[in-house]
């Protein structure tokens, strides 16, 4: 039997993972292994408890306030028994955090082949998003098999110089992850998301954690989120804070205390989800949300000045507008006031998947180890 093993550590590796671990599982061709890094610990456990995930394998590297050389010493530490005891014949890893880059270190230093889920994703720019840009180029050089999510990240990689034949244009297995959370007349275990007046009060939902926005980014940011709230009173800010403590000592120390401010602890993704469906519009810098949050037909404002997933900005619903405090204020007061301006970007569109990418992902797994005969069907919507 062909056994894969899927390594992955962070809050979105998991969520992304998750539908095509489901898949592996139960495919009777397959041994499937989960190997987590616990790079997270709270947000990683609440993923796997959603879809009911069971590594067989956990490092739980998880230190407060680690470092990225900390995190990719331990990965690499912890991953290189496993992988000497298990023997993969292929270890999949997705995306672009430490454990990405870590885990297909390791597997190359066992000359074990390497599957890259959601790659080829390229903002062009080595420090934004940091230290992701950097992590996804080089874990793409350690790869074999290469599942890109759309055509624009495909042609990434073969600008790259890497062999068409090794590409796979899948789809992202976040919008397989949305078939299983999204659901017509949700019901919130978070109470007072039940208590929302959503056609009353215009919900913003905000999520903000990268590196690169701590410090002064994250405070400009803060700064227009509390001017927004206090000069538009039927609104209602909704903010998860990122368990990081770096960020949430900003967040809180600006954003604490106002009435049409709510900041929550994480939550878990289908409770997330089913806000993203529910809010008026998204302020965000994180990747997963500008695949997602297009797909439920909301407005996305990125507070980042690039991002390496363009596909939604070139379809209109997502705008990237930086972390300055006044053009922040200024792009979110547009969008409440102006319903032209609101309409054009509340459009659902969805250049990122069709929900079918684990299963293409699988299939693409069993040809290339010779299990089927012919090259899967690719995803053709998107860009
Ligand atoms: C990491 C990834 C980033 C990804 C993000 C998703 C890297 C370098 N960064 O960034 O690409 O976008 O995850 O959220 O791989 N913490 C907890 N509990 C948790 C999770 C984190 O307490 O469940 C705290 C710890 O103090 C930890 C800190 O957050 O040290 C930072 O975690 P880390 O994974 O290093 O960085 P993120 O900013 O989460
Ligand atoms: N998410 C979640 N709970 C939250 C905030 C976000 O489940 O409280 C989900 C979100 O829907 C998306 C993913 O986490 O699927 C994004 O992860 P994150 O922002 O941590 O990382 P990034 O996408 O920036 O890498």
């Not at 659901?183 to 999520?207: A, C, H, P, Q, S």
């Not at 929550?264 to 997963?288: I, Q, R």
Request: glycine letters at 6%.
């Amino acid at each position: 039997m062909l056994k894969v093993m899927s390594i992955f550590g962070t809050r979105p590796e998991a969520i992304k993972m998750a539908p095509l671990v489901k898949a592996l599982n139960s495919d009777s061709e397959i041994d499937s292994v989960v190997c987590v890094t616990a790079q997270h610990r709270d947000m990683l456990d609440q993923v796997l408890r959603l879809f009911d995930i069971k590594p067989r394998y956990d490092l739980d590297v998880m230190k407060e306030k680690q470092t990225l050389s900390s995190i990719t010493m331990s990965v690499l530490k912890g991953l290189d028994d496993i992988l000497e005891k298990a023997k993969p014949d292929l270890i999949l890893v997705h995306g672009d955090t430490t454990t990405t880059f870590a885990g297909a270190l390791s597997a190359f230093y066992k000359k074990i082949k390497v599957g890259h889920v959601e790659a080829g994703l390229r903002s062009h720019d080595k420090w934004f998003p940091y230290p992701e840009e950097i992590n996804r180029r080089l874990t793409g050089v350690l790869t074999d098999l290469h599942f890109a999510p759309t055509k624009t990240a495909k042609g990434n990689l073969l600008s790259e110089g890497v062999d068409e034949g090794d590409i796979f244009i899948t789809g992202n297995t976040v919008i397989d992850a949305m078939k299983y959370t999204v659901k017509d007349g949700y019901i919130f275990r978070e109470e007072r998301l039940n208590k929302l007046y959503y056609d009353k009060k215009r919900v913003i939902v905000v999520t903000a954690h990268r590196r690169e926005n701590w410090g002064k980014p994250l405070e400009d940011i803060c700064n227009a989120l509390r001017n927004i709230a206090v000069d538009f009173k039927d609104t209602y800010l909704i903010y998860p804070v990122h368990k990081n403590p770096v960020v949430r000592d900003t967040v809180y120390n600006i954003l604490d205390g106002i009435d049409n401010v709510l900041l929550l602890d994480p939550l878990d993704t289908d409770e997330m989800h089913n806000l993203l469906a529910k809010c008026y519009m998204v302020m965000t810098d994180s990747g997963g949300l500008q695949e997602e949050v297009p797909a439920l037909g909301k407005p996305v404002l990125v507070l980042r000045d690039v991002t390496e997933r363009p596909e939604a900005v070139e379809a209109g619903t997502v705008k990237i507008i930086g972390t300055d405090s006044e053009s922040l204020y200024n792009e979110a007061k547009l969008l409440l006031e102006n319903k032209e301006e609101y309409n054009k970007m509340a459009n659902a569109v969805n250049p990122y998947g069709d929900g079918n990418a684990s299963e293409r992902i699988l299939k693409a797994i069993k040809y290339s180890f010779g299990v089927l005969k012919e090259r899967p069907e690719e995803y053709k919507g998107g860009r």
